[in-house]
């Protein structure tokens, strides 16, 4: 792992970013030791062993697997703590399961063997958990690490993200034919639309699978760019313009002054405006419900205010652990500072499933706290292949300073740091001279830190070793 640390002036932060770190080295698998296979509550054993390839923790710490969701969420987080191999790994290890057998779906979840899937979410090639969203999610993350690392053998899973967003949406958009992807449904086992598993009723779409596929359409778009194919990557963007549009016209709130989107449309196609949480928030993560749109505030307002609410608040810390993002991306660095709060603060309590013990032993928590700190609140933009950064700072009211060391980025690093009304610097620790494009205006503007504004004439060269310094 890396020696990934940060400086700040507010304790709490501190305190959270330390926790954080010392709990994921826990999860991380090291490669090569030998270890049972299927461990879960299903199963009490004796199991077969295998051995062990250098993954970590994604989803229940007591089973001896990683799960599709978990990763998508916590690969920010690994990559922060040096874990690119990791990644990469665990990344191909999903690809691959996604074959004409499985209908296109990558599995759910794979032993540490990064080969068997996992018994107690695998029953054979026709009967596995499948949950929309995850679909599109993968292929976001190639996108994602790629900008991190510039590795381009991320791009040889060029087949994965095309058949994808052709063939498998093609193939599960027949009841309304609108180029969104439908569940097969209505149980995890058949597929299906939602990360939330316990919905009122069978869905057809989703909210959260929407968002994840409109978002798979911009990164595969990137990609294509990435490899030279402009052709792909302008029908990639298309396709995404069109799902916006849809979303725009039939995914409104009934109320022109209220945030209460169609969360999904049920199994006839008529729309569910319940709180169905991911379903609710991934329009605004994945960026549907941008600045531009008319009811961003409201719909922002009733995220907070309904996940407060004892009656419809998130009962498992993984999905709380999403809410944080929503307004990082929004450009509300209190309220997500709020929200980071209140995961870490419910660290010690009991997970709702028991096995699992504390909330903060469950991995998304410190994996996504760390990309929340570092990532999140410096507002890193990576594009390591093209040897530039953005940064767009936004501390949460009380912090006045904070500064990351040893963050890992392309071929090396960067450190990082921010004093409000003095200085920003950066210092290059990659072999080659960055651009770095430092935003300061503080503003509530939505951005990706992933699909971020192309590079900027007023960047700043940094050369190997050096670091630059602005004032504020």
């Known amino acids: 792992m890396t020696g990934l640390r940060i400086e700040t002036d507010d304790a709490m932060l501190a305190e ?6 010392r709990t994921a080295a826990g999860f991380v698998v090291p490669d090569g030791r030998r270890g049972p296979l ?17 993954s970590y923790h994604a989803g229940y710490k007591f089973r001896s697997g990683y799960y599709l969701r978990d990763f998508a969420h916590q690969a920010v987080g690994a990559q922060l703590l040096g874990l690119a191999r990791h990644n990469a790994s665990m990344l191909e290890s999903f690809v691959r399961t996604a074959t004409p ?5 990558p599995v759910w979840a794979l032993n540490f063997d990064r080969v068997t899937p996992l018994a107690i979410d695998y029953h054979g090639p026709d009967h596995f958990v499948r949950e929309l969203p995850a679909v599109f999610e993968l292929v976001e993350l190639v996108h ?9 053998s991320l791009l ?19 009841v309304l034919p609108n180029g969104v992807a439908e569940a097969d449904g209505p149980g995890i086992f058949d597929g299906a639309a939602s990360y939330n598993e316990r919905p009122a009723g069978a869905l057809l779409e989703a909210g959260d699978a929407f968002a994840a596929q409109y978002a798979a359409n911009r990164h595969a778009a ?17 396709a995404a313009e069109r799902l916006a549009a849809v ?10 002054s209220a945030g209460e989107l169609v969360s999904a449309r049920d199994a006839e196609g008529n729309p569910v405006r319940e709180w169905l949480k991911e379903a609710n928030w991934f ?3 994945k960026g549907l419900v941008d600045t531009d749109h008319p009811n961003r505030a409201a719909v922002l307002e009733h995220i907070d205010r309904t996940c407060r609410l004892d009656a419809t608040a998130p009962r498992n810390v993984e999905a709380l652990s999403y809410v944080p993002e929503v307004f990082l991306r929004h450009g509300r660095p209190d309220t997500a500072y709020e929200w980071m709060r209140t995961v870490y603060d419910a660290r010690a309590e009991q997970h709702e499933v028991a096995a699992q013990g504390a909330n903060g032993d469950y991995p998304e928590v410190s994996f996504t706290l760390i990309a929340q700190i570092v990532a999140g609140f410096l507002g890193l933009e990576p594009d390591a292949a093209a040897s530039a950064v953005t940064t767009r700072h936004a501390l949460p009211r009380g912090v006045g300073r904070l500064a990351a060391f040893d963050v890992p980025f392309g071929d090396g690093g960067i450190s990082v740091g921010v004093q409000l009304d003095d200085e920003l610097w950066l210092e290059n620790l990659t072999s080659r001279e960055l651009e770095w494009t430092p935003v300061v205006a503080r503003d509530d503007r939505f951005h990706d830190p992933h699909l971020g504004p192309p590079r900027s004439e007023d960047a700043h060269r940094v050369g190997p070793g050096e670091r630059r310094t602005i004032p504020l």
């Not at 959270?16 to 770190?21: C, H, L, P, R, T």
């Not at 058949?163 to 949406?169: A, G, P, S």
């Not at 979303?247 to 022109?256: Q, T």
Request: aromatic letters at 16%; charged letters at 30%.
């Open 38 to 54: 299927d461990v879960s509550e299903a199963d009490p054993g004796p199991y077969r062993t295998a051995d062990y390839r250098e």
């Open 144 to 152: 994602v690490l790629y900008r991190w690392t510039g590795d381009r």
């Open 101 to 105: 057998e499985h209908g296109g779906w």
């Open 283 to 285: 329009p605004p993560l």
């Open 156 to 174: 040889e899973h060029h087949g994965y993200w095309r058949r994808t967003l052709t063939d498998f949406v093609a193939a599960h958009d027949r």
């Open 247 to 256: 979303f725009a016209a039939e995914w409104g709130p009934a109320d022109r």
């Open 222 to 238: 990137g990609l294509e760019a990435a490899l030279g194919e402009h052709e792909a990557a302008g029908r990639f963007a298309v």
């Open 16 to 21: 959270m970013f330390g926790w954080a770190v």
